[in-house]
Nanobody, 125 residues
């Protein structure tokens, strides 16, 4: 599965951004997709995930109530609506795809087999 993110940029505190991730290739074999973020010198951090089978969504405590993940039924796109942005949300955001049959927590990077190149989100104070 190939993933391409878009929609990052610079926004002021309290603003909003919408990230998109376009998926191509063997998307029918994906179990779900997720968004992670990373800042220099730190590990990649789970943000949110969606499970295709029933549409269940999962959020990190730090973004719950501010961010919303959604996707299309064809499993070819996933979106991240980010509201009430804070400076600590500044990071490179990556989308990732999880294949069917991979066991593990939706929050663990290791269960995702495909990753996009990332898109920078910068929130100014």
């Amino acid at each position: 599965v190939q993933l391409v993110e878009s929609g990052g940029g610079l926004v002021q505190t309290g603003g909003s951004l919408r990230l998109s991730c376009a998926a191509s290739g063997s998307t029918s074999r994906t179990y779900g997709m997720g968004w992670f973020r990373q800042v220099p010198g730190k590990e990649r951090e789970f943000v949110t995930a969606i499970r295709w089978t029933d549409g269940s969504t999962y959020y990190a405590d730090s973004v719950n109530g501010r961010f919303t993940i959604s996707g299309d039924n064809a499993k070819t796109a996933v979106y991240l609506q980010m509201n009430s942005l804070k400076p600590e949300d500044t990071a490179v955001y990556y989308c990732a795809a999880r294949d069917l049959g991979v066991v593990g927590s939706y929050a663990a990077p290791r269960v995702y087999g495909s990753w996009g190149q990332g898109t920078q989100v910068t929130v100014s104070s």
